[in-house]
């Protein structure tokens, strides 16, 4: 029978701390494991609560009552988890097809009026509306500034399906490279320019309204905290009430009915849910008419 050597105990010694060292290493590491486990975990469920807080928070909103003017403020459901909640008419925004269609010279011109405003010198404007207007028509007929069918390019030969399809338009670059260049134009509101939410930014492109007038129609329109969208916010009962805090004569404010509307029945919601540090958010353009709001858009 061979007898194996005897190992030193030096050496044996080193082979019992590194097979400890060994096993403390999987150790830490198991740990590591659970603990990166129970932290996703507790994501997870921090985010899955999170977005129902949102889902909350719309199914408030949408209710048949509640108005932009309805005061929303933030709740909490349960400790650390609720939601917050914003409404914004979409009436008080261009609505970019509405302007095109039938290509009526006086939409167009405020249309450009407003692309002037936002930087694009008058070239720009004139290939941006013509490509616009060849990407939204039906024909193959280009216009003089304007695009057809052209290698990869092709236009859609129908109105556009939601502002950021503007990107897609050829000639568009100078006004979707800027920062925030969306935010004053839709294509889900019933079209004529909302008067009782309508940014003075916007009024001011009417024709016929200068700053001064449209500086004291927001201030009556805004109430008493300056702030639109509040509760205070002074309701309009009619167009002619409207007139009258513009100081139009009917002659000046038959001028604007082409333009102009009240009360659009179309919302944008933003719904923010929150649980922990956790935060879902969920957008909607919602039409509020009669029982049941039709859903025009929904991103979360």
């Given at each position: 029978m061979k007898i194996l050597p005897a190992i030193p105990r030096g050496s044996a010694l080193l082979l019992v701390l590194w097979a400890m060292l060994l096993l403390v290493g999987a150790t830490f590491g198991w740990i590591a494991w659970v603990q990166m486990r129970v932290v996703a975990h507790g994501e997870a469920s921090h985010g899955m609560e999170a977005r129902a807080m949102a889902r909350s928070g719309l199914t408030i909103a949408l209710h048949p009552q509640v108005t932009r003017l309805t005061p929303l403020p933030p709740e909490e459901l349960v400790p650390g988890a609720g939601y917050e909640l914003r409404l914004r008419s979409e009436g008080g925004k261009?609505?970019?097809?509405?302007?095109?269609?039938g290509e009526e010279p006086l939409k167009i011109t405020l249309f450009k009026h407003w692309l002037e405003r936002h930087g694009l010198d008058f070239q720009q404007r004139e290939v941006l509306v013509d490509c616009l207007l060849d990407y939204i028509d039906a024909d193959t007929v280009k216009r003089l500034n304007g695009s057809e069918?052209?290698?990869?390019?092709?236009?859609?030969?129908?109105?556009?399906?939601s502002v950021e399809e503007l990107r897609q338009v050829r000639g568009t670059e100078p006004l979707t490279s800027k920062p925030g260049w969306q935010d004053e134009l839709t294509v889900y509101s019933l079209g004529p320019i909302d008067l009782t939410s309508a940014s003075a930014e916007i009024l001011e492109l009417l024709p016929g309204l200068g700053d001064a007038r449209v500086k004291a129609f927001v201030t009556i329109r805004q109430g008493r905290d300056g702030i639109d969208g509040t509760a205070d916010d002074h309701v309009f009962k009619d167009l002619s009430e409207i007139q009258q805090a513009l100081s139009l004569s009917p002659a000046q404010f038959e001028q604007l009915r082409p333009f102009v509307g009240m009360s659009d029945p179309t919302m944008e919601i933003r719904s923010l849910g929150h649980s922990g540090a956790t935060t879902r958010t969920i957008e909607v353009i919602a039409r509020k008419t009669g029982g049941k709001p039709q859903i025009l858009s929904w991103k979360e």
């Open positions: 261009l609505n970019i097809n509405w302007l095109l269609d069918d052209d290698g990869n390019y092709h236009p859609a030969n129908r109105q556009l399906t």
